[in-house]
Each structure stands twice: as C-alpha cells, then as structure tokens.
C-alpha cells in the first residue's frame, strides 16, 4: 500500500524531529502536522501544518477523510490522553491504520524515593500538609492543586495558569530546565520538601527528576493514563520502520 498523506499528532519533541526525518527520508510522502495550540510559542516543523482541536472523534473522523489521510501518526505526550482516545476511535471510524508513537516510562534507580499516584488528584492528597512541593506539571491540571492552601506550591508550567492559585505560591513560566545542577539550584533556593511529576518519560524533562535523587526529596510520580490498544512503537525509529514497511 503507498501511503499518501499522513497526519502526524504533535506536541511532544519526538514530534518535532519525526516531521524533520520524514520530510528528509521519505519526500514523497505528504504530511501534515496537527498542534492542539496549547502554548503560544508553536515550533515550526518544516511541513505544512494546522493548529486547534478537531471537534472530538467525530471531527478527527470526518477530517481524515475529507483530506483522504491514511495514517495517523499519534505523537503526542503521554498525559494528552484525550487527543489520543480520540485518535484511535477517529482511525478506527474512518477504517484507516494508526501508529502511536509511546516513549518509554521513567522507572526508579537506587536513590530514588518515588511515592506512585494513580492520577493527579491522588498526587493532590498524597502532599502532607507543610509540604513545600515543587509542582511540575503543567498548566491544565494545576488548578487541582489549588485547594491545598496548607502546603507552599513553586508551580513551574509554559503558559500562565488558568486558576487562580494561593496568593503565598510561586509561579514560573518556563520550559523545564535542561540541566541536573539547574533544577538543583531551583529546588535548594526554594526550600523544596516535594517534587510532584508526569511519568513523561524521555530525556527533556528527567532534570528536575536526577535533582531530585540527588537532594534526597521524595518524588510524588503521577502514572500515565490508560490509552486504548494500538500499535505502538517506542522511537523515532520504529515509526520510520512502520512508514517503511507500507511504501
Ligand atoms: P488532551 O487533553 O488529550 O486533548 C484535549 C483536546 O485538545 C483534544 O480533545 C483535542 O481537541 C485537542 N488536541 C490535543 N492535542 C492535539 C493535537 N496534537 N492536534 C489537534 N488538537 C489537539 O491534550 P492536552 O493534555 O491538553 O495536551 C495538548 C497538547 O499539548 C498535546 O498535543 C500534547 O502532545 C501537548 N503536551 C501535553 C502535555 C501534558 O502533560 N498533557 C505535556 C506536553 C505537551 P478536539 O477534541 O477538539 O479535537
């Protein structure tokens, strides 16, 4: 079967150096990139590209086949759960094949005291009050948080939050930092007691992780979500080999 055009679900970084490697490897290819348009600051991938949501499984459906898609690539972040359900059901109504592309989860090393969370608001309880935490998960599920006005929050996230958050919290707006001695420093400076992540998985934000261990402060690990079944693939590599398999 010769592929024609390819959605590729974006948002993550294997996102962004997927669109790059096929647009190299596989020119013919037609491709195109979807971003949720979450944060303001889209990076451009090389390849034409839409941003905004579909209109849940139906809309993804019924765009598939007005653009006559034949794979959907779902390379988004292991916590877009929805965009990822919707997905597999749009593939599914529309009867054409999808690859999800899953990064491995991090698992704990020597050094490391991980307390698991089945889902934000268990990682909301799990906080003993006191707790200065370092809340490094984003924007949309920080309003969770909120109510915990017993406990000092250094909320780091890329857009500015949509709740309002106790008046004696911090809010950072960056990106994680790259460096273990970066998320050291931010950690020591604030005093922090608690560090509360995504199992993301991958490299770019495992920093603040390795600080953690490092500074002996418990980590409050929120695990993934459950996604439907689907094939899936664990790197960039493996979804080449998938593209290379139908041209
Ligand atoms: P989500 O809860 O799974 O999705 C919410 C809705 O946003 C979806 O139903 C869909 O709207 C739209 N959407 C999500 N991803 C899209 C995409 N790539 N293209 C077009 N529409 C998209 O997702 P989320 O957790 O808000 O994440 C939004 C984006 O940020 C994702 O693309 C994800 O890869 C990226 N991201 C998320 C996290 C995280 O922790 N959640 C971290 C890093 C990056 P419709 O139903 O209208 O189609």
Do not use: C
Request: aromatic letters at 4%.
């Amino acid at each position: 079967m010769t592929i024609e055009h390819v959605l590729l679900l974006a948002g993550t970084l294997e996102a962004r150096k997927l669109a790059g490697d096929i647009a190299a490897r596989i020119p013919a290819l037609r491709i195109t990139a979807s971003f949720a348009g979450a944060v303001s600051d889209l990076p451009d991938l090389g390849v034409p590209t839409r941003v905004g949501g579909f209109g849940g499984a139906e809309g993804l459906a019924a765009y598939l086949r007005s653009k006559q898609i034949s794979l959907v690539i779902d390379a988004t972040h292991p916590f877009a759960a929805q965009m990822s359900r919707n997905a597999a059901d749009a593939a599914l109504a529309a009867g054409i094949d999808l690859v999800r592309l899953e990064r491995p989860a991090w698992a704990p090393g020597p050094g490391d005291h991980w307390l698991p969370a089945g889902s934000v608001e268990e990682a909301v309880s799990l906080l003993p009050a006191g707790a200065r935490a370092f809340l490094a998960i984003g924007r949309k599920d920080i309003g969770l948080f909120a109510g915990r006005g017993d406990i000092y929050g250094l909320a780091r996230m890329i857009e500015p939050p949509g709740h309002a958050l106790p008046a004696h919290w911090d809010v950072v707006l960056e990106r994680p930092a790259r460096s273990q001695d970066a998320e050291k420093a931010l950690l020591s400076d604030h005093s922090m007691t608690h560090v509360v992540a995504k199992n993301s998985g991958g490299t770019r934000s495992h920093a603040k992780i390795a600080a953690a261990r490092s500074l002996g402060l418990p980590v409050i690990m929120i695990e993934r979500p459950q996604l439907p079944p689907a094939r899936t693939a664990g790197n960039i590599v493996e979804i080449l080999e998938v593209l290379a398999e139908r041209i």
